[in-house]
């Protein structure tokens, strides 16, 4: 699986701003797909996460109620809505993907910057 995140830029605080992962090589089915972020100095973490069928989300605390994670199964995308965004959103936003219930996310993205200005 290969995937390639887009759509990050340069906002103001209280902007939005819509990421977007397009995968190719194969069907994303059966995958969930998450994005993460890794600020400078600090680790990467899961921001968002989607199952295969769109049904179960999951939200870091940091960005519940002001982030949405989608996906269109047919056009082999998940995006990442990112509304209200603070100064702390500012990081290299990567598109993961695991097969199932794997631990680990074995598929990535080369990285959007997403810098917001206080």
């Known amino acids: 699986v290969q995937l390639q995140a887009s759509g990050g830029g340069w906002v103001q605080a209280g902007d939005s701003l819509r990421l977007s992962c397009a995968a190719s090589g194969r069907t994303l089915s059966g995958y969930v797909m998450g994005w993460f972020r890794q600020a400078p100095g600090k680790e990467r973490e899961l921001v968002a996460q989607?199952?295969?069928?769109?049904?179960?989300?999951f939200y870091a605390d940091s960005v519940k109620g002001r982030f949405t994670i989608s996906r269109d199964k047919f056009k082999n995308t998940v995006d990442l809505q990112m509304n209200s965004l603070k100064f702390e959103d500012t990081a290299v936003y990567y598109c993961?993907?695991?097969?199932?219930?794997?631990?680990?996310?074995?598929?990535w993205g080369q990285g959007t910057l997403v810098t917001v200005s206080s």
């Open positions: 993961a993907a695991r097969f199932g219930t794997a631990a680990e996310y074995p598929y």
């Open positions: 989607i199952s295969w069928s769109g049904g179960r989300t």
